[in-house]
Structure formats: structure tokens, C-alpha cells
Nanobody, 130 residues
Framework: QVQLVESGGGSVQAGNSLTLSCVAS????????MGWFRQVPGEGREFVAA????????WYAESVEGRFTISRYDRKNTVYLRMRDLKPDDTAVYYC???????????????????????WGQGTQVTVSS
């Protein structure tokens, strides 16, 4: 069974940067698409960013485009989310997720759908103050 553990969250002032890490254990993330989602209380999980198994293609939500960068280092089973110019609206619990095995061939169409990810981390809190 794959376990995903996020880290790197914290409280920062608007305009500052944070880099989140997601370490996978119990299985390889190679050959699987990876994504970052975020959630605020009372809301569903919102797509933030995704990256293909090879790392050659990335996608971003419009709200973070140009500010966030997703990357992966498969040799360490780690996915990163570099966040710069953070805004108060970025405040949320951030979750790392691995695509479902059945979507390895269709990730280009399922990357932004939380229901198409099979494994999730516990989340890490990011709080951005004005």
C-alpha cells in the first residue's frame, strides 16, 4: 500500500514563498501521475497542480498559474510544490495525491478530478496572512 506524507506547510505573510514536499512510501510513484489539491473547511478538494509520470507535462489551476510550480524527483519518491507570491486565498490544507492505477493511460483527461486519484496524504496546513 502506498503512503503519502506531506510536509513544508506553515504560516507566512502574503508575498512570501513555501515549498511543500510529498514523500511516498510503500510503492513507487514512477509511472503514475501526481497531483496537489487543497481544501478549506466546508469545501471540497480543489485542484491545484498536477504532473505526469514522466514529469514532462504539468497543469495548474488558474488561481495559481505563474506562481506555483510542481515537480518530481522519482529517485526519492518525492513530489514538490513550490509556491511563491502566496496570497491569503491560498490558505488551505494542501494534499498530495497519486492517480488511480486505472488512469495511468488517461491522466491527461483526469488530472484535475479528485475522484480519479487513489492515494492521498494526510494534508499540510498553509496559512497566508495579509
Amino acid at each position: 500500500q502506498v503512503q503519502l506524507v506531506e510536509s513544508g506547510g506553515g504560516s507566512v505573510q502574503a508575498g512570501n514563498s513555501l515549498t511543500l514536499s510529498c514523500v511516498a512510501s510503500g510503492g513507487e510513484i514512477e509511472e503514475y501521475g501526481m497531483g496537489w489539491f487543497r481544501q478549506v473547511p466546508g469545501e471540497g478538494r480543489e485542484f491545484v497542480a498536477a504532473i505526469t509520470w514522466g514529469g514532462g507535462t504539468t497543469w495548474y489551476a488558474e488561481s495559481v498559474e505563474g506562481r506555483f510550480t510542481i515537480s518530481r524527483y522519482d529517485r526519492k519518491n518525492t513530489v514538490y510544490l513550490r509556491m511563491r507570491d502566496l496570497k491569503p486565498d491560498d490558505t488551505a490544507v494542501y494534499y498530495c495525491a497519486r492517480a488511480s492505477a486505472g488512469d495511468r493511460g488517461t491522466f491527461y483527461y483526469t488530472y484535475k478530478n479528485a475522484n480519479r486519484y487513489g492515494y492521498w496524504g494526510q494534508g499540510t496546513q498553509v496559512t497566508v496572512s495579509s
